[in-house]
């Protein structure tokens, strides 16, 4: 597992949430002047996009997601990003958070498995954060923030070597390894099967710094080379022009990490049926867990560093549907597999000192699900009190 994966991870699915909640928000938004007090404007999708934003760049929080660390269970990453959702005047429900979250997930996996080369990930990021700046362009102090985040990115992960890289897709993968949710965009382009899979592409650009496919030279003991034998390949490659900058600026070449919503199309996911009978099959021994008192606080540590915006005086937060209507919306939250299910417990978590006491006191009331053997999750029942954060 490579302790610099954390911070790819979290801005490349915060990316892809920026892309979904824009894309909903603008089909939802109402011209100003004709908009109720209830009724979203573009005026509102613009606050939403730039507090949410400055949320996830906030300084003292990427300085405790850049330290070298282990990922964490999908339970616990899943509150960072309930917290960043509702860090403006939008509100979301469970079902249309658990949408939400499917379809981030799902879209930067897709992208992890295309990449040409490991190093990669690193230029699928930056187009997610250029993406990020031309949402913010109007607010330079947030700007400056994303800005700050680009040069952390170059100054740790340029000097790394291509095995480091390496280590960085594989914990990834490993931590996507079980889910398999269905999409309609990517069932639509016929790049997922109906269990969830992806189905790769067996043509197209080779990686940078590599050769097409259908040559084999064979060198002697003192490395001249003493015969070719051609080969027909598989699939019809081709050499790309040149490699994406890896600099603040410039053109990155690859547009995996590019927002696939700004075409119109609909934002839809679905839970395949052997998906949900897995959810509602699953039965773990309920064990206390050693790591978790160290992953709970480092996550109050983590969370600590997110202002969450409250709404000033009376104003309440607006709603936003990620279903076409709130009768699937209901229907979603229905059929919800128990065990996905979330058991909030509020507790303080503030920064005074008498705060880890209380978590550690809590904590040791706590009954932790052991991970299954294999997963790469840990105290999945985190998540519940960390929901009160």
Not at 135 to 153: G, H, K, M, Y
Request: charged share 25%.
């Amino acid at each position: 597992m490579s302790s610099r994966t954390l911070p790819l991870l979290f801005l490349n699915l915060g990316g892809e949430m920026l892309y979904i909640l824009d894309q909903r928000l603008r089909a939802q938004s109402i011209p100003g002047e004709k908009a109720r007090k209830d009724e979203w404007t573009d005026v509102d999708r613009k606050r939403v996009m730039n507090d949410i934003i400055a949320t996830m760049f906030n300084k003292k929080f990427m300085e405790e997601l850049f330290k070298p660390q282990d990922l964490y269970s999908k339970k616990a990453l899943r509150t960072v990003y309930d917290r960043l959702a509702h860090a403006s005047i939008m509100r979301l429900n469970q079902a249309s958070m658990d949408k939400l979250y499917d379809l981030m997930t799902m879209a930067f996996k897709y992208q992890v498995l295309l990449c040409p080369r490991p190093r990669d990930i690193l230029l699928v990021t930056f187009n997610h954060l250029d993406a990020i700046k031309d949402f913010i362009s109007n607010a330079p102090a947030i700007l400056n923030q994303v800005d700050e985040t680009f040069r952390q990115l170059i100054e740790t992960y340029n000097c790394l070597s291509d095995g480091e890289f390496q280590l960085i897709r594989q914990t990834l993968l490993i931590f996507f390894q079980d889910m398999h949710i269905r999409v309609s965009i990517f069932l639509k382009d016929k790049v997922q099967n109906s269990n969830g899979r992806f189905a790769l592409p067996i043509s197209g650009p080779v990686p940078w710094g590599t050769e097409v496919p259908g040559l084999i030279r064979i060198f002697n003991h003192k490395g001249v080379e003493v015969k070719r034998t051609e080969f027909t390949a598989a699939g019809n490659y081709v050499t790309p022009q040149r490699e994406g900058s890896f600099e603040l600026y410039g053109d990155r070449v690859l547009k995996l990490g590019t927002n696939m919503y700004s075409v119109t199309r609909p934002v839809e996911t679905h839970v395949s049926g052997s998906s949900k009978n897995l959810a509602s099959q699953a039965k773990e021994n309920i064990v206390p867990n050693p790591l978790a008192k160290e992953e709970l606080n480092f996550l109050a540590r983590l969370l600590g560093g997110l202002d969450i915006q409250k709404p000033a005086g009376g104003e309440t937060g607006f709603r936003l549907n990620l279903f076409t209507t709130d009768e699937e919306e209901e229907h979603a939250a229905q059929t919800r597999p128990e065990e996905l299910s979330y058991k909030v417990i509020n507790i303080e978590a503030t920064q005074e000192p008498g705060r880890r006491a209380e978590l550690s006191r809590i904590l040791g009331e706590l009954e932790v699900v052991e991970p299954r053997p294999g997963s790469a999750e840990k105290g999945e029942d985190l998540l519940a009190l960390m929901d009160g954060l």
